[in-house]
C-alpha cells in the first residue's frame, strides 16, 4: 500500500534520514520505534510531504505521491495525527472536526449528510467530544485532545494513519485507550502506521516493526519477533 | 461642535477600519505587515476615478448614477484584488520560507513601486474625482451630517460584519482562523495553505479599494502618496484593536478617526496626522497587544 524508497531527508541542515526503505502493507499496523531524534516523526513528515526527500521516491497505492503538497496527500487518503496534537487551540471542538472534514466537504458548507455518519462515528468513539463540542480546543485536557486529534484525522476517512507518539504525556487511564482505540481501528480495516517510544506497548499491537536509529533503519520484522529479540530487549525495553 | 467631531470622526474611523482589515489579516495569517496595502487602497481610489469616467463616457451616468457608482465600486475591488493576488504570487510567496524580515523588505519595495508606478501612468497632480452624486446634507439635533457621511458608515459596519460572518461561519473562512493558527497542521488536514492565502489577499484588497473610493468621493481629491499615510494609519488602527483581530480593527479605525477629529479641532489641526500614533504608543503601554489583542 505505501512503499518508501531510499529515502534522505534533511531537516534544515541536518540530514535527519539517511536513506530508509519501508513498506506498509493493506490492513497492517506496522510500529517505527526508536530513541529521540532517530528521525521517525521526520519519517511521517516525509510521508505526509510537509518534509522532501532529497532522493527516492514514495509511492501509496501505486502512484507516486513525494512530489505532491500536503494537501494533495490527504485527499489521496493518508492522514496524520503529528506529535503534540496539535488541535487548533482557537477553534471548537466542532470546528477542529470540521477541518479534518475539510477535503470531503463541500465547497460552501461544512455540512452533508454523508459527513453526518462521519461526526457520528467519531463522537461514539469519543462521547467525551460529543460533550464539549462547542468548547475551545485549547480548553481540553491532554487525553481529551488525542482523543480530538484522533478524531479529526478519521474525519478525512482516511485509508492510512500516520500516528505520531500518541500516547506521549497522556495519563495512564488515556494510554490504555488510545491503544485500544487504534486496535479497533485496524479492526474495523484502516492500515496504521505507528511511531512510539512506548516500544513495549507498540511491538504488542503492531503486526510488523521497524527500529530507527541516527536516521537508519536498524532491525525489521515481526512485532512479536522484536519484542523478543535481546538487543532490542536491551536497548528498548529496559529488561 | 463635539458630536460633530465625532460623527466626523467616525466617517473617516471607517475607512481606516476597512483598510486596517486588509493588515489584520495578512498579519494574522503571514505574520507579514504588507506594507504595500496602503498603496492598493490609493490604486481603488484611482480606479474609482478611471471607472466613473468610463461610465461618463458611454453614458451609463445619465442612465442611473447610483448604478455607475456601484458598478465602479465592484469593479475597482474586482481590479484591486487582483492587484492584491498577483502582489502575494511574486512579491511574497517566493520569500515564505525566507527570514522574517525578507518579505517585509519586499512589502517596502512592491509600496515604492505601485507609488512611482501610478505617479507615472496618472501624473504627480491632484487627480478630481468627479462630482456626480449630489449629497444632500441631513440635520438634526444641531448636527449636520451628509448622505455621503451616512453612505461610508454603513458600508464600513456592513462589509466588516460581513468578512466577520464569513471568517466564522463559513468553510474558508474557518480554515483562515486555522492557518492563522497552525499552518502545518492546517496543512496536514488538506487544507491548501497557498488558496487560503489568496484568498486573504483578494479580500484585504478588495476592502481596501472599497476604501479608496470612498475616501476620494468623500474629499474629492486622489493623489498617488495618499496610500502611504492613510496605510500607516490603518495599519495603526489594526495594531491598537489587537493585529489579527478583525473586530479589533474595526474598533481601532473608529478610535483612531474619532480622536483624530476631535483632536484636530480642539487641539491644533496642525499635528493631525500625529495623534493617532500618539494615541497608539499609550495604548500599547498599557495593553501591549492592543485593545482586543490574543492574549498568549
Known amino acids: 500500500m505505501l512503499l518508501l524508497k531510499d529515502i534522505y531527508t534533511f531537516y534544515g541542515h541536518i540530514e535527519a534520514i539517511k536513506g530508509i526503505d519501508i513498506y506498509v502493507n493493506k490492513g497492517e499496523i506496522v510500529c517505527l520505534i526508536g530513541s529521540n531524534g532517530a528521525g521517525k516523526s521526520t519519517a511521517l513528515m516525509t510521508i505526509s510531504g510537509v518534509l522532501k526527500s532529497k532522493t527516492g521516491s514514495i509511492t501509496f497505492e501505486g502512484e507516486e505521491i513525494h512530489r505532491m503538497l500536503p494537501h494533495r496527500i490527504v485527499a489521496k487518503g493518508i492522514s496524520q495525527v503529528p506529535e503534540g496534537r496539535r488541535i487548533f487551540p482557537k477553534l471548537t471542538v466542532r470546528e477542529n472536526l470540521e477541518m479534518g472534514a475539510y477535503t470531503k466537504s463541500s465547497k460552501l458548507r461544512v455540512k452533508s449528510e454523508k459527513l453526518k455518519r462521519q461526526y457520528d462515528k467519531v463522537y461514539e468513539m469519543f462521547p467525551v467530544l460529543k460533550e464539549r463540542e462547542k468548547q475551545m480546543g485549547g480548553t481540553l485536557s491532554g487525553g481529551e485532545q488525542q482523543m480530538l486529534a484522533i478524531g479529526r484525522a478519521l474525519m478525512s476517512k482516511p485509508k492510512l494513519l500516520l500516528l505520531d507518539e500518541p500516547s506521549l504525556g497522556l495519563a495512564p487511564i488515556f494510554v490504555g485507550k488510545i491503544f485500544k482505540t487504534i486496535k479497533e481501528l485496524n479492526a474495523k480495516g484502516l492500515t496504521i502506521l505507528l511511531v512510539e517510544q512506548n516500544a513495549r506497548a507498540a511491538l504488542k499491537l503492531a503486526h510488523r516493526g521497524y527500529v530507527m536509529e541516527s536516521g537508519r533503519i536498524v532491525k525489521e520484522g515481526e512485532g512479536k519477533k522484536l519484542l523478543h529479540a535481546p538487543d532490542i530487549k536491551r536497548a528498548y525495553l529496559g529488561e | ?296
Open chain 2, 1 to 296: 461642535m463635539f458630536f460633530q467631531q465625532i460623527l466626523n470622526g467616525v466617517t473617516v474611523g471607517g475607512v481606516y477600519a476597512l483598510i486596517a482589515l486588509g493588515y489584520t489579516m495578512v498579519y494574522g495569517i503571514l505574520e507579514l505587515i504588507n506594507f504595500a496595502h496602503g498603496e492598493i487602497y490609493m490604486i481603488g481610489a484611482y480606479l474609482g476615478i478611471i471607472f466613473i469616467g468610463i461610465f461618463t463616457v458611454i453614458g451609463l451616468t445619465q442612465y442611473s448614477i447610483p448604478l455607475a457608482i456601484l458598478l465602479s465600486f465592484i469593479l475597482s475591488a474586482l481590479f484591486c484584488s487582483a492587484y492584491g493576488f498577483t502582489i502575494e504570487k511574486l512579491a511574497y510567496k517566493p520569500l515564505r520560507k525566507a527570514p522574517r524580515l525578507s518579505p517585509l523588505i519586499s512589502a517596502i519595495g512592491v509600496s515604492i513601486f505601485l507609488q512611482n508606478y501610478v505617479m507615472l501612468t496618472q501624473g504627480a497632480t491632484d487627480k478630481v474625482f468627479p462630482h456626480i452624486l449630489e449629497t444632500t446634507k441631513i440635520e438634526f439635533f444641531n448636527l449636520t451630517i451628509t448622505t455621503l457621511q451616512v453612505f461610508i458608515i454603513i458600508t464600513s459596519l456592513l462589509l466588516t460584519g460581513l468578512l466577520h460572518l464569513y471568517v466564522m461561519k463559513t468553510k474558508t473562512g474557518k480554515a483562515m482562523r486555522a492557518v492563522a493558527q497552525d499552518k502545518v497542521m492546517a496543512s496536514l488536514l488538506g487544507i491548501n495553505i497557498d488558496r487560503i492565502i489568496s484568498v486573504t489577499f483578494i479580500i484585504g484588497s478588495g476592502l481596501a479599494a472599497v476604501a479608496g473610493m470612498m475616501v476620494a468621493m468623500y474629499y474629492g481629491l486622489v493623489n498617488y502618496s495618499i496610500g502611504y499615510i492613510a496605510g500607516i494609519k490603518a495599519f495603526a488602527a489594526a495594531v491598537l484593536g489587537g493585529i489579527g483581530s478583525i473586530p479589533g480593527a474595526m474598533l481601532g479605525g473608529f478610535i483612531l478617526g474619532i480622536v483624530e477629529s476631535l483632536a484636530a479641532s480642539y487641539l491644533s489641526s496642525e499635528y493631525k496626522d500625529a495623534y493617532a500614533f500618539v494615541i497608539l504608543i499609550i495604548i500599547l503601554l498599557i495593553k501591549p497587544r492592543g485593545l482586543l489583542g490574543k492574549s498568549q
